[in-house]
């Protein structure tokens, strides 16, 4: 509404890069909110009312729409469009080119025009420190789920 405040926070030890839009939130009772330690770079787009988490890597021209939710510890590829009210997962990687229409589980890999499970973010794991063995047991849950769909 006319004369409401809106609000964007943006915490610590970012790097936002040139050409890139944050957008504050779309009401007062709301708040766009970027964590700490992102790298946010060239021509990125972040809409009214995401919620960004800490630790995420956004490659040149990652564009989210409204009210989506990004966790922690996330990468994007180039060109990486996501659908307002999309939900993306701690320690997920969303590939190149993507078109993110719905919610991206933790702990996933997603690449496609109309973005699809590609499988565990194994790089993405190791990097962040998960135990090998927490990783079979990731490997072990993803190929059930996998089972259990296509069966």
Do not use: W
Not at 33 to 62: E, P, R, Y
Not at 109 to 130: K, P, S, T, Y
């Amino acid at each position: 509404m006319t004369g409401e405040e809106c609000f964007l926070h943006i915490g610590r030890n970012n790097e936002i890069r040139e050409y890139c839009s944050i957008h504050r939130s779309s009401k007062s009772c709301d708040c766009t909110v970027i964590g700490d330690n992102n790298l946010i770079m060239g021509s990125c787009h972040i809409a009214h009312d995401c919620k960004i988490g800490n630790n995420n890597i956004f490659a040149n021209n990652t564009l989210f729409a409204g009210h989506v939710v990004v966790e922690n510890s996330t990468h994007t590829a180039g060109a990486v469009v996501v659908h307002q009210f999309c939900h993306i997962g701690s320690y997920s990687f969303l590939g190149g080119g993507s078109v993110v229409a719905q919610d991206v589980p933790r702990y996933m890999m997603v690449a496609g025009d109309r973005a699809e499970l590609r499988g565990l973010n194994l790089e993405g794991l190791r990097r962040n420190g998960i135990s090998d063995q927490e990783v079979r047991r990731l490997r072990k849950a993803y190929q059930k789920s996998i089972y259990v769909k296509y069966h």
